[in-house]
């Protein structure tokens, strides 16, 4: 059974910085793409960003580009989401997405796995 954990989640006051970690587990991730979305309170779930198996394409969303940075460690089938300069509309819960083939599936939404979230808040 696949298994997608995120942890690194919090409370952190505006500029400073989290780093999210996605630990995906049950079966064999060569050649998927992963990716992280969030999801605010009364609003639909955003793609924030997503990275290819080798690491070598990566894609962001325009709110996060220059703050956010999409990494992976495919030997731990693990990805992060280092997230600096935060912003109070960057409050919500984050998600992590794994999807076979490349990461415009997962920038597309059409992912095969979803985690259960964390949640990010950042304070004014």
């Known amino acids: 059974q696949v298994q997608l954990v995120e942890s690194g989640g919090g409370l952190v006051q505006a500029g400073g910085s989290l780093r999210l970690s996605c630990a995906a587990s049950?079966?064999?991730?060569?050649?998927?793409?992963m990716g992280w979305f969030r999801q605010a309170p009364g609003k639909e779930r955003e793609f924030v960003a997503a990275i290819s198996w080798s690491g070598g394409s990566t894609y962001y969303a325009d709110s996060v580009k220059g703050r956010f940075t999409i990494s992976r460690h495919n030997a731990k089938n693990t990805v992060y989401l280092q997230m600096n300069s935060l912003k109070p509309e960057d409050t919500a819960v984050y998600y992590c997405?794994?999807?076979?083939?490349?990461?415009?599936?997962?920038?597309?939404?059409?992912?095969?796995?979803w985690g259960q979230g964390t949640q990010v808040t950042v304070s004014s």
């Open positions: 997405a794994v999807k076979a083939g490349g990461p415009l599936g997962v920038k597309a939404g059409r992912a095969d796995y």
């Open positions: 049950g079966r064999t991730f060569n050649n998927y793409a």
